[in-house]
């Protein structure tokens, strides 16, 4: 069946160092993958998208790569800032319109 | 804020009791999408309406669940006879459908209590 793993573990980083979390996925070959970011109690947001014809995709200190033959993306966020703490939540193209996601990654940025 | 409201925010409510919640979608958005939240997992999927039609049920759903999205705009989540399993966060997220990916926009959601 088709899996999506993320590592459940807290990630604790100090500020200004560089984050990077991982979404692993089993039996399916997504069209394009998702991130999320969710904070206590609120709803989560959408970040970045990549296609599978697309290595790598940025959006100011976001950065995003996508190995379809690893079946991975990779995560990252430079000059971690403490407002950067929250879960981030991946979620792979399934074919269908509704998202499946990850348990997600908790990130901790202490000053 | 992303456009996507809920209310209410928190429902706290006795087993056995019905609970209904509302969502409103950002307003040009033709799809509209339930999804369950519990603590320490992302969310999953329950339904998923494009405009009025109902077209995906999660086998998460049971009967007790029902779904409504009448005018193709605002859509309703009612839970009869609660069961303290279904405490949990309610996520309502819409989207406009486009040819490829379909990201989604979040509300805050409702928070169920079953005591």
């Known amino acids: 069946s088709q899996k999506i793993e993320q590592n459940s573990e807290a990630l604790n980083i100090q500020e200004g160092k560089t984050a990077t979390l991982t979404c692993n996925y089993t039996n399916y070959s997504p069209a394009y993958l998702q991130w999320y970011r969710q904070d206590p109690g609120r709803g989560p947001v959408f970040l970045l998208l990549?296609?599978?014809?697309?290595k790598e995709k940025r959006k100011e200190r976001l950065k995003v790569t996508f190995d379809t033959t690893l079946k991975q993306s990779l995560f990252h966020i430079t000059a971690s800032q403490p407002a950067d703490s929250a879960t981030y939540l991946c979620?792979?193209?399934?074919?269908?319109?509704?998202?499946?996601f990850g348990t997600g990654t908790r990130l901790l940025v202490s000053p | 804020d992303t456009g996507v409201s809920q209310d209410p925010r928190h429902k706290i409510t006795k087993r056995g009791q019905n609970v209904t919640f509302r969502c409103d979608p950002i307003s040009e958005h033709n799809r509209l999408y339930w999804y369950r939240q519990t603590l320490g997992q992302g969310p999953e999927f329950l339904t998923y309406?494009?405009?009025?039609?109902?077209?995906?049920k999660s086998r998460l759903l049971s009967d007790r669940f029902s779904a409504e999205r009448p005018k193709g705009s605002f859509s309703t989540l009612e839970i009869q006879r609660t069961e303290q399993g279904d405490s949990a966060m309610y996520l309502c997220?819409?989207?406009?459908?486009?040819?490829?990916?379909?990201?989604?926009?979040f509300g805050p959601g409702t928070r169920l209590t079953v005591l």
């Open positions: 979620a792979p193209d399934t074919g269908f319109q509704k998202l499946v």
């Open positions: 990549i296609r599978e014809n697309e």
């Open positions: 309406f494009q405009n009025e039609a109902q077209l995906e």
């Open positions: 997220a819409s989207s406009q459908s486009r040819q490829g990916a379909d990201t989604q926009y």
